[in-house]
């Protein structure tokens, strides 16, 4: 009887052993590198070494896309935000007391330099310079005899003094009521759009009411706040880049105009005013977020920012060799929004995994999908 069971046990035995091992020799056969490893996060659904085929076939590759490691300009920028404003901008005002008679100016329109706005009721100027004319008429003619007799020694000197006075004070209320009489034309002192019109035709007008707000909005400023530290990397026409909500994705060109001689002793910045080519787009009042470059390399290895691994402590990426990811390991320079500049770790013509790295591992099978290859960044 003890026989008896000692072959039924041996025989149970066997029977478990090849249960477990027909998978793991099933592994060991499919010859693909990186089977059975740990670190499969199945991100995108597919395990890290792949899967296996029902009828015992190839292990299928984790799909993904790729990038290739290419050579291009990349900057330094230092990030803030500023509000646009117009380089002039301007209420003008009316400098006579009257009605307005026309306008020939509307709120969005577009004025050239000198062209008329408005016009205001000038019958009483005019009026005043007539009666101007005519008393400069008479003091040149009391001033023309008073010197006539001054010179044959007739009166004395005080009375053509007197004379010339009079005069020259005529002479200086005709040219005041001229300059008066132009003020009943409102012209634009400089061409740009009209912003607002604050007045209606017929409304009458006293000195200094606001008749028009008038700006130009190309080029447009932005100051901003730079940190004292970054002084010896500023200089004029260091060039920037501007992003606003209106216009997302879209990036303005944009240079420094002015940097502010002195250092805010409470906040510790420096004022830089930049100058914005808004392109008939962007508005005074816009929040901009501000992309200043602080340096520049014109040659420097580049890859996107997705390749980026997210799974681990350093800096690494997957790179597609011979069907499989490679992790490696990089040192990264520059990087801006798009794209990472590699100091260490790539070669020029290599191709990084952008898309379906979640779950990957080094040595997982992997495909690229068809059309999954980026083109190299512009």
Same mark, same amino acid.
């Given at each position: 009887?003890?026989?008896?069971?000692?072959?039924?046990?041996?025989?149970?035995?066997?029977?478990?052993?090849?249960?477990?091992?027909?998978?793991?020799?099933?592994?060991?056969?499919?010859?693909?590198?990186?089977?059975?490893?740990?670190?499969?996060?199945?991100?995108?659904?597919?395990?890290?070494?792949?899967?296996?085929?029902?009828?015992?076939?190839?292990?299928?590759?984790?799909?993904?896309?790729?990038?290739?490691?290419?050579?291009?300009?990349?900057?330094?920028?230092?990030?803030?935000?500023?509000?646009?404003?117009?380089?002039?901008?301007?209420?003008?005002?009316?400098?006579?007391?009257?009605?307005?008679?026309?306008?020939?100016?509307?709120?969005?329109?577009?004025?050239?330099?000198?062209?008329?706005?408005?016009?205001?009721?000038? *019958?009483?100027?005019?009026?005043?310079?007539?009666?101007?004319?005519?008393?400069?008429?008479?003091?040149?003619?009391?001033?023309?005899?008073?010197?006539?007799?001054?010179?044959?020694?007739?009166?004395?000197?005080?009375?053509?003094?007197?004379?010339?006075?009079?005069?020259? *004070?005529?002479?200086?209320?005709?040219?005041?009521?001229?300059?008066?009489?132009?003020?009943?034309?409102?012209?634009?002192?400089?061409?740009?759009?009209?912003?607002?019109?604050? %007045?209606?035709?017929?409304?009458?007008?006293?000195?200094?009411?606001?008749?028009?707000?008038?700006?130009?909005?190309?080029?447009?400023?932005?100051?901003?706040?730079?940190?004292? =530290?970054?002084?010896?990397?500023?200089?004029?026409?260091?060039?920037?880049?501007?992003? %606003?909500?209106?216009?997302?994705?879209?990036?303005?060109?944009?240079?420094?105009?002015?940097?502010?001689?002195?250092?805010?002793?409470?906040?510790?910045?420096?004022?830089?005013?930049?100058?914005?080519?808004?392109?008939? =787009?962007?508005?005074?009042?816009?929040?901009?977020?501000?992309?200043?470059?602080?340096?520049?390399?014109?040659?420097?290895?580049?890859?996107?920012?997705?390749?980026?691994?997210?799974?681990?402590?350093?800096?690494?990426?997957?790179?597609?060799?011979?069907?499989?990811?490679?992790?490696?390991?990089?040192?990264?320079?520059?990087?801006?929004?798009?794209?990472?500049?590699?100091?260490?770790?790539?070669?020029?013509?290599?191709?990084?995994?952008?898309?379906?790295?979640?779950?990957?591992?080094?040595?997982?099978?992997?495909?690229?999908?068809?059309?999954?290859?980026?083109?190299?960044?512009?």
């Amino acid at each position: 009887m003890a026989l008896l069971l000692l072959l039924a046990a041996g025989c149970g035995g066997g029977g478990e052993q090849a249960t477990g091992g027909g998978p793991q020799a099933g592994e060991r056969r499919s010859g693909q590198p990186g089977a059975g490893q740990p670190g499969r996060r199945g991100g995108n659904g597919f395990a890290g070494a792949g899967f296996e085929f029902p009828d015992g076939g190839r292990t299928a590759g984790v799909p993904v896309e790729v990038a290739a490691v290419v050579r291009r300009p990349i900057a330094q920028y230092f990030e803030t935000n500023g509000t646009l404003e117009a380089e002039h901008d301007i209420d003008l005002v009316a400098r006579v007391v009257g009605p307005v008679v026309e306008l020939a100016a509307e709120e969005g329109m577009r004025v050239a330099k000198g062209q008329l706005l408005a016009r205001i009721d000038a *019958s009483e100027v005019r009026a005043q310079l007539a009666v101007a004319q005519v008393r400069l008429e008479e003091t040149k003619a009391d001033f023309e005899r008073m010197q006539a007799l001054f010179d044959n020694e007739l009166v004395a000197r005080d009375e053509l003094d007197a004379a010339r006075a009079a005069y020259e *004070s005529a002479l200086g209320d005709v040219e005041r009521t001229r300059i008066q009489l132009n003020y009943t034309e409102i012209t634009a002192p400089f061409g740009g759009l009209i912003a607002r019109r604050y %007045v209606r035709r017929g409304q009458f007008v006293s000195t200094g009411t606001q008749l028009f707000r008038l700006s130009d909005f190309d080029p447009l400023l932005c100051p901003i706040q730079v940190p004292e =530290r970054e002084l010896g990397r500023l200089r004029i026409g260091q060039p920037a880049e501007i992003e %606003v909500e209106a216009w997302p994705g879209h990036r303005f060109g944009a240079r420094v105009l002015r940097i502010s001689p002195v250092v805010d002793a409470d906040s510790g910045t420096i004022r830089v005013t930049l100058q914005v080519a808004g392109e008939g =787009r962007l508005r005074p009042g816009m929040f901009a977020s501000v992309f200043l470059e602080m340096e520049s390399r014109p040659d420097a290895l580049v890859i996107p920012k997705q390749a980026l691994a997210l799974d681990s402590l350093g800096d690494t990426v997957f790179v597609a060799r011979d069907g499989v990811a490679e992790r490696r390991a990089i040192e990264i320079g520059f990087e801006n929004a798009e794209l990472l500049e590699v100091e260490r770790g790539l070669e020029e013509g290599e191709l990084v995994v952008v898309v379906g790295q979640d779950g990957l591992s080094d040595g997982t099978p992997i495909e690229v999908l068809q059309g999954g290859r980026r083109p190299a960044p512009p």
